[in-house]
């Protein structure tokens, strides 16, 4: 009789636990397929146009088959925000397995004319060439100091009067629109003067060194008054330094 009751006990034991250790083993799988249906499998990088999204991807490494939760989220950002390009950024998870990147990049506004040429941003911040930016027209920012180490790239440059110069073409460039895209040179002249150089003809356009803003408004409404007559590049010549006065050499034929 108590033999009889120890098979059965047996038999009531090996019933509960052959199905709880399958239990076990299937909650094992699918937790396994579970980690890995949270862990990383796609970066999407929206905002790239000037450099391409791989470029900013390569500088994560590879983070896929990461579990989603153990992504942190600044090393990201201050990894990307480290690259030239990178103006402002924001990194965020997208569950189950997605980390999305927005970028807002630095564009060029101009070149400094120094051996090799490099490119600066409305900021004053030194840009590297890419093969996009190679065919931009931008404007040259031409006489000031050559020195190499006046232009960090993704720093600031560090010579005053080109982060002057940046913010005329800046200015130009949000205030007079047409001016701009037919601006060729920013330069300096031997009396430390502002002046601008059109692409077409091309026509010399002298501001002085003080009240810049002023005188390019003086400039737009000289141009308002001569179209649809005249042009800029009807001019050699046009000079501001003076109070409220446009002087003005015209071309000949």
């Not at 189950?96 to 040429?117: D, F, G, S």
């Not at 993704?154 to 080109?162: D, E, W």
Request: one cysteine or more; proline letters at 6%; aromatic letters at 8%.
């Amino acid at each position: 009789m108590k033999k009889k009751n120890n098979n059965k006990q047996r038999w009531i034991i090996g019933s509960v636990l052959v199905p709880f250790i399958i239990g076990l083993i299937w909650t094992a799988f699918k937790w396994a397929d579970y980690n890995s249906y949270l862990s990383i499998n796609q970066i999407r990088i929206q905002g790239a146009s000037i450099i391409e999204p791989r470029e900013y991807l390569d500088l994560l490494g590879d983070i896929t088959d990461t579990p989603i939760a153990q992504i942190k989220l600044d090393e990201i950002r201050s990894t990307m925000a480290a690259h030239p390009y990178v103006r402002a950024i924001r990194v965020s998870r997208h569950y189950p397995n997605t980390i999305k990147i927005e970028l807002v990049e630095r564009k060029p506004v101009a070149m400094v004319n120094i051996p090799p040429m490099v490119l600066i941003d409305e900021e004053g911040v030194i840009l590297p060439e890419t093969d996009k930016t190679l065919n931009f027209q931008l404007p040259c920012l031409s006489n000031f100091n050559p020195a190499k180490q006046l232009y960090p790239v993704g720093k600031h440059a560090l010579s005053q009067k080109v982060i002057e110069a940046t913010k005329i073409v800046s200015h130009i460039r949000r205030e007079y629109p047409t001016l701009y895209r037919n601006l060729s040179e920013v330069r300096l002249n031997h009396r430390d003067e502002y002046e601008l150089i059109l692409s077409e003809e091309p026509t010399r356009i002298v501001l002085g060194s003080d009240d810049i803003w002023n005188k390019l408004l003086i400039l737009k409404e000289f141009e308002k008054s001569i179209t649809p007559l005249r042009k800029l590049t009807d001019y050699t010549y046009l000079d501001l330094r003076y109070e409220n006065q446009v002087i003005a050499r015209e071309r000949h034929v």
